[in-house]
């Protein structure tokens, strides 16, 4: 389908020049078509997503390559290769959260056609199939389950759920949602998947920073090393004993709010240790709250209830944490006579990015002269259950301000022109002597 | 009135022994004729304060006492003494909380009483007036106004307060719950005081600990020094910013529930090094909370409100709080990029207690053997009044249980006694050369 043919524009002789007014022209119609005053909404198998589908098959189409989907309604949209081996895959996914931004998730797929466009606009095939793949329902708040699209490819998303998780705000089931989108619940029913991990190369998920450091470190764009795995305990508690705040001396006292801040203090230190140390890790009592109706100002308080939310990278540094919390607590309950009640423990794995081609696009960004660092991934992303089914997996962020979720999301056209050519480039020499040992 | 006599009971020769079953047996009444399956209620101005304030005279006027009361309804019962000097007395309140213990007020009341039944028993005069007092009105938690009938006696209840403030439940104004109950608010409205504070030797409070420390400490009785004045925040408030736990580099969060635990542990920390340098002091966090509906536990908080109550003896001490209160705030918000806002400041002036009427009491308590401590009280009195009238002031804390203000307050008679036993002893030398420093 795709004929050599002369390149039309190029920076560096011979290199792929992704096609920037392409994405920049489509990032606009998902603007226009998807958004309001008071943001953007693309619901999972909803309207809004499914017309980001339509647009970018619709585009596809049109540079020439080949449009698949699976029985979850992801799209596959390949640009055929030089070779047989396995395959490119550039993806991430068109959903978005109600009244959020326009570029978590879309700045990924547009990356994958705008460098597809490049090797069609430069006359040239990719060493193997390229394939940009849209990922359906990425954002957890439309059906509260995680990474729908992505593990129906892998057909590990269960009966169960399909049939008992239901869309917020119109109640409609994830199947039957899958099914009025046109896919095949019945086949993901099956567990058969559509992917086969052996036959990808590459997965590589380009997205926007959802965290400050970019912006911070005046950097359009990060290598990310792993995407955090956690452990959690949204209902925790610490129980001391309500007494007069007047007539109760230091030494007698059980302050269910003085143990909960020392714990806060003392996980804080042990964070910044682990930090010093090199490792990678975020620890957070996002809540933390006496109880209304009997904590008072003039009573030493008798209760807390907390939520504690520790992320990192690494199994290990994890498992560290989970025993510094055990370790902190049992001395302060010691010390302060009050009895810490963690409750149910939660989280995920960590998903190590692929360090092979990690060190392959530090390079390329090195030879482009595209400021980067390398920055851990800490919100869960598609690119984890590649990463978990042994495919070789990477993402590239892009600087942005204000954060996701929100219509506030900032990413500059020329920082997602950078990131492009990074992925051009390393798509452009991908299985060559440089990136042997990324596969 | 009274005429010497040879003494009934003597545990020393020629010491005033009080009557112990004297007052058991009204203790006894109060629970039957004012308690109920729920614990105590003397309402202030109300039936269960009157059925007290009626069972004392009572007794008082069969010791053959005179009786007395002012415009406020407080019962002055006194004894007179052997020379016309500044009166000793002894009170406390015989109002309840709702639902209360039968001790809180009551025990100094009838440990006065006791004291006077045994001059009388003994056949002999005090050497100065021994008048006790019933004190009207002192639980706030029914007008919300404090020391009602000991300001009312020195002159200070406002008109504002007698037509403004209402009682819980029934919302009666002050002023005509004073008049339904026999006072004169006219005559309280011109200010003209009751209690002259020169004519007043002694102003002696006992009381029922409300914390748990001669408990702890296996002590019947505690001397106290002072009661404690305050210092307080009751609407602060943290201000940092909302991001995501995973996104977030330490570097970058302004987290408030860390700037406030920081905040609570250094606090702690200062408190502590005053308390080893000798100083009394409480601080209590008592409510600290992040904001229901914004905060969750996958987010950096970025709002704490929470409720601060510092108290101490000292009005010094207090001051050395509030710098160290703005100081460590101050380098919190440089480190951790938030902002406090501690809003209103309320509070209370501390109340000493006379030195040397502590320490003849010390004394007495050794010769005795009565085993005692200095202790702190950090509740509010009527003491406080009196002492900052310039009355020379003690307080006697007599061991108790389960704190007060509640049905379980357990003092035990025992420990009533050597209360009581110590307060006759220094009734009968008070003015001799061992006192003559206290005055």
């Given at each position: 389908?795709?004929?050599?043919?002369?390149?039309?524009?190029?920076?560096?002789?011979?290199?792929?020049?992704?096609?920037?007014?392409?994405?920049?022209?489509?990032?606009?119609e998902?603007r226009?078509?998807?958004?309001?005053?008071?943001?953007?909404?693309?619901?999972?198998?909803?309207?809004?997503?499914?017309?980001a589908?339509?647009?970018?098959?619709?585009?596809?189409l049109?540079?020439?390559?080949?449009?698949?989907?699976?029985?979850a309604?992801?799209?596959?949209?390949?640009?055929?290769?030089?070779?047989?081996g396995?395959?490119?895959?550039?993806?991430?996914?068109?959903?978005?959260?109600?009244?959020?931004?326009?570029?978590?998730?879309?700045?990924g797929?547009?990356a994958?056609?705008?460098?597809?466009?490049?090797?069609?606009?430069?006359?040239?095939?990719?060493?193997?199939?390229l394939?940009?793949?849209?990922?359906?329902?990425?954002?957890?708040?439309?059906?509260?389950?995680s990474?729908?699209?992505?593990?129906?490819?892998?057909?590990?998303?269960?009966?169960?759920?399909?049939d008992?998780?239901?869309?917020?705000?119109?109640?409609?089931?994830?199947?039957?949602?899958?099914?009025?989108?046109?896919?095949?619940?019945?086949?993901?029913?099956?567990?058969?998947?559509?992917?086969?991990?052996?036959?990808?190369?590459?997965?590589?998920?380009?997205?926007?920073?959802?965290?400050?450091?970019?912006v911070?470190?005046?950097?359009?764009?990060g290598?990310?090393?792993?995407?955090?795995?956690?452990?959690?305990?949204?209902?925790?508690a610490?129980?001391?004993?309500?007494?007069?705040?007047?007539?109760?001396?230091?030494?007698?006292?059980?302050?269910?709010v003085?143990?909960?801040?020392?714990?806060?203090?003392e996980?804080d230190?042990?964070?910044?240790?682990?930090?010093?140390?090199?490792?990678?890790?975020?620890?957070?009592?996002?809540?933390?709250?006496?109880?209304?109706?009997?904590?008072?100002?003039?009573?030493?308080?008798g209760?807390?209830?907390?939520?504690?939310?520790?992320?990192?990278?690494?199994?290990?540094?994890?498992?560290?944490?989970?025993?510094?919390?055990?370790?902190?607590?049992?001395?302060?309950?010691?010390?302060?006579?009050?009895?810490?009640?963690?409750?149910?423990?939660?989280?995920?794995?960590?998903?190590?990015?692929?360090?092979?081609?990690?060190?392959?696009?530090?390079?390329?960004?090195?030879?482009?002269?595209?400021?980067?660092?390398?920055?851990?991934?800490?919100?869960?992303?598609?690119?984890?259950?590649?990463?978990?089914?042994?495919?070789?997996?990477?993402?590239?962020?892009?600087?942005?301000?204000?954060?996701?979720?929100?219509?506030?999301?900032?990413?500059?056209?020329?920082?997602?022109?950078?990131?492009?050519?990074?992925?051009?480039?390393?798509?452009?020499?991908?299985?060559?002597?440089?990136?042997?040992?990324?596969?």
């Open positions: 389908m795709i004929h050599a043919s002369e390149p039309t524009a190029l920076t560096r002789p011979g290199a792929i020049v992704p096609d920037i007014s392409l994405a920049s022209r489509l990032f606009d998902l226009r078509r998807t958004g309001g005053p008071g943001g953007i909404t693309r619901t999972s198998y909803g309207l809004g997503e499914q017309i589908h339509d647009m970018v098959r619709r585009e596809a049109r540079l020439g390559m080949r449009a698949e989907t699976d029985a309604c992801n799209l596959y949209l390949t640009l055929e290769g030089e070779t047989g396995p395959a490119i895959m550039i993806g991430s996914h068109l959903d978005s959260v109600p009244s959020g931004g326009n570029f978590d998730g879309a700045a797929v547009l994958g056609l705008a460098v597809a466009a490049g090797f069609v606009a430069a006359g040239r095939r990719p060493p193997v199939d394939t940009v793949m849209a990922v359906r329902a990425e954002e957890s708040t439309w059906f509260g389950a990474y729908i699209g992505s593990r129906a490819a892998f057909g590990t998303l269960t009966s169960d759920e399909l008992g998780v239901l869309r917020a705000g119109d109640r409609i089931s994830l199947g039957a949602a899958i099914d009025a989108a046109g896919g095949d619940t019945a086949r993901i029913r099956t567990g058969q998947p559509y992917l086969d991990p052996a036959r990808i190369g590459l997965f590589l998920e380009p997205h926007i920073e959802q965290g400050p450091v970019l911070a470190e005046g950097l359009p764009i290598l990310v090393t792993g995407i955090r795995g956690s452990f959690r305990h949204r209902h925790a610490c129980h001391g004993t309500y007494a007069h705040s007047g007539a109760t001396p230091k030494s007698v006292r059980q302050d269910a003085l143990a909960t801040s020392r714990l806060v203090v996980m230190a042990a964070w910044q240790a682990l930090q010093d140390a090199g490792r990678d890790l975020a620890v957070t009592f996002g809540q933390s709250a006496t109880v209304p109706g009997e904590a008072a100002f003039s009573k030493v308080a209760r807390t209830d907390f939520a504690l939310d520790v992320r990192s990278e690494d199994s290990e540094t994890l498992d560290v944490m989970r025993a510094e919390l055990r370790r902190i607590a049992g001395r302060i309950e010691q010390q302060e006579g009050v009895r810490f009640e963690f409750g149910p423990e939660t989280g995920s794995t960590p998903a190590k990015m692929n360090p092979a081609v990690i060190a392959e696009m530090a390079v390329l960004t090195e030879r482009l002269d595209v400021p980067a660092r390398a920055i851990s991934c800490g919100a869960g992303h598609d690119a984890a259950v590649f990463a978990r089914q042994g495919v070789p997996t990477a993402m590239v962020f892009i600087r942005n301000r204000n954060g996701s979720h929100n219509p506030d999301e900032a990413m500059e056209i020329a920082d997602f022109a950078k990131a492009a050519e990074v992925i051009a480039a390393l798509c452009e020499t991908w299985g060559s002597a440089d990136t042997a040992a990324a596969a």
